[in-house]
Nanobody, 123 residues
């Protein structure tokens, strides 16, 4: 059974930092790119970052320069370091797996999803 489990969310003041983790199991990790998405209340889900199995990264403009994705292939882990957080970053954050990175920054068609972790940024 494929599982993606996010952790590391929480409440932080504006300007602060959080590091999200995504633990993957039940899949051939090296065959997948991992995307990070978020969904704020009343808004559509937004793709914000993806990292390929060879550590190529892509960031949406909304987070570029503030968020950094990284991976530890030996541990089947992907991380999202979030700095300079803003109240508008408040959302549920999800990681998702994309076989062979086929879909990448189209943000559609991802194969597996985690349950999400809440990030709240106070003004």
């Amino acid at each position: 059974e494929v599982q993606l489990v996010e952790s590391g969310g929480g409440l932080v003041q504006a300007g602060g930092s959080l590091r999200l983790s995504c633990a993957a199991s039940g899949l051939a990790f090296d065959d997948y790119a991992i995307g990070w998405f978020r969904q704020a209340p009343g808004k559509e889900r937004e793709g914000i970052s993806c990292i390929s199995s060879s550590d190529n990264t892509y960031y949406a403009d909304s987070v570029k320069g503030r968020f950094t994705a990284s991976s530890d292939n030996a541990k089947n882990m992907v991380y999202l370091q979030m700095n300079s957080l803003r109240p508008e970053d408040t959302a549920v954050y999800y990681c998702a797996a994309d076989l062979f990175g086929r879909h990448g920054s189209t943000w559609t068609g991802y194969d597996y999803w985690g349950q999400g972790t809440q990030v709240t940024v106070a003004p």
